[in-house]
């Protein structure tokens, strides 16, 4: 099993990502040396965000509660073994539809779930960051996509997105910074099935290289990406932002968990209580960013509770945790005649978002993507076992034909619900602190949603000449619990990520999405981070931090 | 259905182990999972028994000799109380789940056929993981834990999984199995890298 017990980055240095036994120099602080920012967290959201502002000349200190990889020593070719890239810490899932965490949608080490991501780099549908006033459901968002736009163009290239010239959905206006992927089999029944049937699909954008960058070389089509990839293809933040944070003079300290946020008696933050290396530590900062995801970030918010602030941290008005949002994310599967052998390359290559743009004839508000799949056996054969309730020789027997499957999967919108939510348990975790209970259901017209997306599946494998069609169910990604706003009422933080009530606390995360969107979330994490870093440092050239 | 057939019939994962597919890791990996099969440290002797029956209906290989072990591994994960990172409100932690659910199955087995579930001829034995599976049982012996949820989310789940993590299971599947450094060169339909299994087509024999 894949464990790291002590941490790596420490006495100035930390692993060197690209090569075997190496170290790059890293500048290091001491907890009693107030820092400009304390990072909880370094995915999508804070990892990038450590760049931006190491960048920015801040002095930066990341903390990470889980290890920092070493992906060409650490990372083993094999679905068991890599289950210690996940958060498998406590915690308690409930409401009518409970959300499957873990391996799922949850990821534990430098660089976050990026590291085992699928890679898919979508832009939003730009209408969606007004969907109220636009669409007529869901929420506003308090910046625009016109906002936001610099800034996925700024994470396309930092990523080096690979993308097809021209990319039917969304708006770009510059061509992707490689090229595509050829696609795979699995693709291309979608490719066939939407052509059958009229609709537009498209090879997907994806942050693996289809060319030599540096001292990674371009993706080898392994087929293992949400296992981690152990050759650098893939383009992380652990193999991106995390190095030039790195080199910019940021420090990451891996392995150490974040229990509280402290606060002083003027009602602002004054750092952090950690723990690594067997006990409690406490850093000081002028400014602390959470930027855990969408349920760490609030429980942290919630467990630092204290006198001045008996609800928990920049939550006077009830909101921290709830209107947590996910994607659902009914597949439906079938047989090809042909061999698919779906375990080669990424696991998703070919989308539509037809569905994404095209409103018609729909009977629910919101949308949905849908992707070629590429399960591999353990995920596969769990898919059978739990969702067909096959067992026995049956199951084996099924399994046999596992090259010749076909399966798409969406990636759909649910809506914001203030019962869906993150609080915290009277349980304790190993360290001592309450552990997160979930809690989540469906809505009407999120059902409705799912219900569209299967006959729309249906009709696209069906076109593509798959047989024996069934259906599964799903889910993907967290978003909200911390949302972004105008209105300090209905809000957590604002349009910047910071705190309404206690100005030197940011959020910077998929915490901050007011609405979840169809596609998947982390290029607009990126995105937000990369221009949150930019408002920090208008706002500290201005003397507004 | 008994007969098990695979259209792999001369395929084995671990011929590639000295190739270019397999690094250093992942041959470490996987020679521990084929040689270092843990001892038994969690689950009693009684419970252990139990699940080696309940395994060999749940994923049955008769053709084998030394079947693929999946007991040791089961009990491993509790002896480390390893969770997959999130619970269901209505489940106790793992390992009493595992507890209550084994020993569960087992008055089961007695108090419908006054014999223990070992001793039962397959047809009764999945008959009665059916019932399990479909929470038609005795409430009384259950108590708090749910039956079919602890039967797909717990016990089937474990069992597959370890089943299909072992290279015996991904050569009878004709899965390519490790794939780094190498990775694949041929990504489309009917397309096959010479490292890949062939597959061989029954009915086109049989006509």
Known sequence: ?????????????????????????????????????????????????????????????????????????????????????????????????????????????????????????????????????????????????????????QAEEALKISGPIDYPWSRRRKRYPYRAHPVNAAGLVLARGCEAIGVKWSPLPLATLSAPRGMAHPCVYRGFCAYGCSTNAKQSVLVTFIPRALKAGAEVRDLAMVGRIEMGKDGKATGLTYHRGGQWRHQKAKHVVVAGYAIETPRLLLNSKCSQFPQGLANENGLVGTHLMIHSGPGVWGMMDEEVRCYKAPPCMAVTEHWNYDDSGKDFHGGYAFMSQGPLPVGWAQAQAINRGMWGMTLRQEMTRYNHIAGLRIVGETE?????????????????????????????????????????????????????????????????????????????????????????????????????????????????????????????????? | MSEFRTPYLTYDVLDKRDTPSWNDQTREAVRQRLEEVPKR??????????????????????????????????????????????????????????????????????????????????????????????????????????????????????????YYSHPAAWSEIGFGGPASPRGYARLGFDERDPWEAKEYDFEADDA
């Open chain 1, 1 to 153: 099993m894949l464990e790291v017990a002590e941490p790596r980055a420490v006495g100035g240095r930390a692993p060197d990502v690209f090569r075997e036994g190496k170290w790059v120099p890293m500048r290091t602080y001491d907890d009693n040396e107030e820092v400009d920012f304390a990072i909880v967290g370094t995915g999508a959201g804070g990892g990038t965000l450590a760049c931006k502002l190491a960048e920015a000349g801040f002095s930066v200190v990341a903390f990470e509660a889980g290890p920092f990889w070493r992906p060409l020593e650490d990372f083993v070719s094999d679905e068991r073994d890599q289950g210690g890239l996940y958060w498998t810490d406590d915690r308690i899932t409930g409401g009518a539809d409970p959300i499957e965490l873990g391996s799922n949608n949850s990821g534990r080490g430098v660089g976050g779930s990026t590291v085992h991501y699928t890679m898919i780099a979508l832009r939003w549908r730009p209408e969606w960051f007004k969907a109220k006033s636009r669409l007529g459901y869901g929420r506003d968002w308090p910046i625009s996509f016109d906002e936001l736009e610099p800034y996925y163009e």
């Open chain 1, 416 to 545: 914001p619900q203030r019962h869906n939510r993150v609080e915290v348990a009277d349980e304790r975790d190993q360290y001592g602190l309450p552990i997160p209970r979930v809690t989540f259901s469906y809505s009407e017209n999120d059902r409705k949603l799912m219900e569209h997306s299967k006959g729309s599946m249906r009709a696209v494998l069906e076109g593509a000449g798959a047989k024996e069609l069934w259906v599964d169910d799903d889910t993907s990604h967290l978003m909200g619990g911390c949302r972004m706003g105008d209105d300090p009422e209905d809000s957590v933080v604002n349009r910047d990520g910071r705190s309404w009530s206690i100005p030197n606390l940011w959020v910077c995360d998929g915490s901050l999405f007011p609405t979840s969107g169809g596609v998947n979330p982390s290029l607009t994490i990126q995105a937000l981070a990369l221009r949150i870093g930019d408002r920090i440092k208008a706002m500290a050239a201005k003397g507004e931090l």
């Open chain 2, 41 to 162: 440290r969690f689950l009693t002797a009684d419970q252990w028994s139990l699940l080696e029956a309940i395994c060999a209906r749940l994923m049955p290989q008769p053709e084998r000799e030394e079947p693929v072990p999946i007991v040791p591994w089961i009990d491993d994960m509790l002896h480390r109380n390893e969770g997959p990172g999130y619970r269901y409100a209505d489940m106790p932690p793992i390992r009493e789940a595992w507890r209550q659910g084994l020993d569960a199955i087992a008055a089961e087995a007695r108090n419908r056929h006054g014999k223990c579930f070992e001793e039962l001829p397959p047809i009764e034995q999945d008959a009665l993981l059916t019932d399990v599976q479909h929470n038609r049982v005795e409430s009384r012996y259950w108590r708090d834990l749910p039956a079919g949820g602890f039967f797909l989310h717990q016990l089937l789940k474990q069992v597959v999984g370890v």
